[in-house]
């Protein structure tokens, strides 16, 4: 299992911008698809977006409606999470996950996914 570094996440009023990121310490990160999940408290984790390893397909939640945006810079080994017009019913812990082998789809589906970032924690103030 890999350690994944997250950041980016923090207090914003509704209707602004927060832009997470999440590095993988890996070799052939361009290989490897990526996806973030959110839970918020006493709720289960959800999907949020996903990216393939081709950068080709990017599934999204229905609750993100055109708001956020995923994206991949291989070059620094990290994939991007641009949230914007955030409303309060997006806060939550978000994590960035990775699948658990190279060449593999993303996915809806947690088990999909054989490591995790630690969370980072985003608020949106109403």
């Known amino acids: 299992q890999i350690q994944l570094i997250e950041s980016g996440g923090g207090l914003v009023q509704a209707g602004g911008s927060l832009r997470l990121s999440c590095a993988a310490p890996?070799?052939?990160?361009?290989?490897?698809?990526m996806a973030w999940f959110r839970q918020a408290p006493g709720r289960e984790r959800e999907f949020v977006a996903g990216?393939?390893?081709?950068?080709?397909?990017?599934p999204y939640a229905d609750f993100v409606e055109g708001r956020f945006t995923i994206s991949k810079n291989n070059a620094k080994n990290t994939v991007y999470l641009q949230m914007d017009s955030l409303k309060p019913d997006d806060t939550a812990v978000y994590y960035c996950?990775?699948?658990?082998?190279?060449?593999?789809?993303?996915?809806?589906?947690?088990?999909?996914?054989?490591?995790w970032g630690q969370g980072t924690q985003v608020t949106v103030s109403p």
């Open positions: 990216i393939s390893w081709r950068d080709i397909d990017t």
């Open positions: 996950a990775l699948t658990k082998g190279e060449l593999q789809p993303t996915s809806t589906s947690e088990g999909d996914f054989g490591s």
């Open positions: 890996i070799r052939l990160f361009s290989l490897y698809s």
